[in-house]
């Protein structure tokens, strides 16, 4: 049974429709790789499933854990376990980076029914979770995002994921702006996400991540729809061929 | 006395008025200027004639022997107490801008033939609380604050309030920042529901190689405007930050000119104005840049936040340049809060009310943060929030 379940979802942005019923099953436990060309709808996908305010629904449905998410806040859609690493994570200037996560960490467990945590349990467990990812430590005093480096932004976006620990990973064009050893610590840290019960979902325009996370299902992108589902063979075949001779199925 | 008496008037029926001789030229100066109404372009947005038709009662101001104190208190107008071997004392005004451009900035002085003179000797830190204790009534004085040369002050300004109500209060500092010396002057107010209303008339003067720092937190509801006047000598800097948090019906902000003198001087200046309710704020701030200031950097920048459709900002910043030779710029924002933003907490399970309150204190803390003693930057979170939080349960 999937753990989420996209039907012939159809939205806008403006006056463009950019999704044109498209159709995606979420494994739990399994990596899915999105990709396609420029303009495929691979970014509005992302923001649709967490309920961005840019897009306008026009049909289709989004269950997730069985429940219609289509109606729901974004906010609701985190606490229930939904996750999305932006591609362009904005800055925050004035918002203590700890402050903002744990503030966020307390809302989720409150919502799950558990404690919250203590500034001290908090910042021992952001800690524990910092060396990993090649971060300084005075990145959690700095203001959210603010004057980050593009690497330091995405690490700092699987810092969130690590700690929030979501059932479903949307990540948005990870790999862009990443220098070689950014990448590396970053898969790292999605590697460690995997549990054989969460979700991945890798928007990317490039395979080089999938160097690194290791892909189960490949769906090709293409006009609003997924034309094409494979297994990860399907990654050399099209750095070789592109997306045009992929036909839909 | 019901000082809307004196619109209009004379020299000598001013005089007549407020009992004065000998100030003719003060008293001049304030009837060239009039008394401020709507029509006056500094009072235009602060329902300034409200507050001078009332009736107010006229204190009677007897000097006090001080008592020790760790801060320096005034009330009513009145120094009470200060710190062991502080230089304090009450003293006529000896340097007195011919050239303000707030009538009340003169009546104060005509008001008050006597200032509060405060010597900043050394290296100081001094806290000034002012106490307002009478109803209905005018509450007129004057400060003067001077700095030593090669020395460095800071001066943590409060305001505290019996139960009053109807009272007015017209104040100001005449600051003289000397050469190579530095002033450090960080206001906090928090009025809700007050019993008075303010009008606080500055001037600083910021001599050779000087560095002043004036940083306001205005918090709250109800009437007050802060008049600002500086001027700067030769490699002289001003560093001015205004913080607005506004509900209800408040009308407050702050009216300035930096009038840079002399060469290689800089200011900036930065406004944040938060208004909910249908409150007002005013930012009217004009940096000039005379023939004598060449080579001066000035800065200047308001943004505003609106969090409600009633709440409104006059911001009005403006240069006025007679020189090539500079490096000058100046900006204003009005808006609300950052979708984006918002948006982004909101995706990490932060509810849209508690990510609003974490944009809000996040955009007070950038000004905030800009006062270095951990402890006042502590002191002024605190009632920032209070004051905010109280509004959104």
Redesign the interface.
């Given at each position: 049974m999937s753990i989420m379940k996209i039907e012939n979802l159809q939205a806008k942005i403006g006056d463009k429709q950019i999704l044109k019923g498209l159709n995606l099953e979420l494994e739990p436990g399994k990596v899915h790789a999105i990709m396609g060309p420029n303009g495929a709808g691979k970014s509005t996908l992302s923001k649709a499933l967490v309920g961005h305010y840019d897009i306008e629904m026009l049909g289709g449905d989004i269950t997730y854990k069985g429940k219609n998410i289509n109606e729901m806040e974004a906010e609701e859609r985190a606490l229930e376990g939904i996750f999305l690493s932006f591609q362009h994570p904005v800055e925050i200037p004035g918002v203590n980076n700890a402050y903002f996560l744990r503030t966020a960490l307390n809302a989720k467990r409150k919502h799950e029914g558990k404690e919250e945590l203590n500034a001290a349990e908090f910042l021992r467990l952001m800690k524990s979770h910092l060396e990993m990812l090649g971060m300084k430590s005075d990145m959690i005093s700095r203001s959210l995002n603010e004057g980050f480096s593009g690497g330091e932004k995405k690490r700092n976006e699987i810092l969130q994921m690590l700690i929030l620990e979501p059932e479903v990973i949307i990540l948005d064009e990870i790999d862009s702006g990443l220098d070689i050893d950014a990448l590396r610590a970053v898969s790292e840290g999605i590697n460690k996400m995997k549990d054989g019960k969460r979700s991945f979902l890798v928007i990317t325009h490039y395979s080089r991540i999938l160097d690194y996370i290791e892909p189960d299902y490949i769906h090709v992108l293409k006009d609003g729809k997924v034309i094409k589902t494979a297994g990860p063979e399907l990654v050399p075949y099209l750095e070789e061929h592109g997306y045009d001779g992929i036909e839909e199925e | 006395m019901n000082l809307s008496t004196l619109k209009n008037q004379n020299l000598q029926e001013v005089n007549g008025l407020l009992d004065i001789k000998d100030r003719d030229i003060l008293a001049e100066r304030f009837v060239s200027l009039g008394l401020p109404s709507k029509k006056s372009e500094e009072y235009r947005y602060f329902d300034v004639e409200k507050l001078l038709e009332k009736e107010y009662k006229t204190l009677t101001y007897v000097p006090k022997t001080l008592s020790v104190s760790e801060k320096i208190e005034i009330v009513d107008g009145i120094v009470v107490a200060g710190p062991q071997g502080m230089r304090i004392y009450n003293e006529a005004c000896q340097k007195i801008d011919m050239d303000h451009f707030d009538p009340l900035y003169y009546l104060g002085h005509l008001l008050s033939p006597q200032t509060i003179k405060i010597e900043l000797d050394g290296d100081v830190e001094v806290e000034i609380e002012h106490k307002f204790t009478q109803s209905q009534s005018l509450i007129n004085y004057r400060i003067v604050l001077y700095t030593q040369a090669n020395r460095h002050a800071t001066v943590y300004e409060n305001f505290v309030e019996e139960n009053i109500e109807n009272t007015l209060v017209l104040y100001g500092y005449d600051m003289h920042v000397s050469q190579d010396s530095s002033l450090r002057m960080v206001k906090m107010q928090t009025m809700q529901n007050s019993g008075y209303s303010m009008v606080a008339s500055h001037k600083i003067n910021v001599a050779k190689n000087a560095h002043a720092l004036f940083k306001s937190f205005d918090l709250g509801g109800d009437n007050a405007l802060q008049l600002l006047k500086v001027e700067l000598d030769e490699r002289a800097h001003v560093d001015a930050g205004h913080l607005l948090y506004l509900n209800s019906k408040a009308k407050r902000g702050t009216v300035s000119q930096i009038v840079h003198k002399g060469e290689h001087s800089t200011s900036k200046q930065v406004a944040k104005n938060i208004l909910d309710g249908d409150a007002r704020g005013i930012f009217d701030a004009l940096i000039r840049v005379e023939h004598s200031a060449k080579y001066t950097k000035a800065e200047q920048n308001s943004k505003a936040i609106l969090l409600h459709e009633d709440a409104y900002m006059v911001a009005k910043p403006q240069l006025e340049i007679y020189i090539d030779e500079l490096e000058a710029s100046h900006g204003s924002t009005t808006g609300q809060l950052?979708?984006?933003?918002l948006?982004?907490?909101?995706?990490?399970?932060?509810?849209?009310v508690?990510?609003r309150k974490?944009?809000v204190?996040?955009?007070?803390?950038?000004l905030i943060?800009t006062v270095k003693d951990s402890r006042h930057q502590e002191r002024i979170k605190k009632a920032f929030e209070e004051v905010f939080y109280a509004g959104h349960q």
């Open positions: - | 950052n979708e984006k933003q948006f982004y907490l909101q995706s990490r399970g932060i509810s849209y508690e990510a974490i944009l204190i996040a955009f007070a803390n950038t943060e």
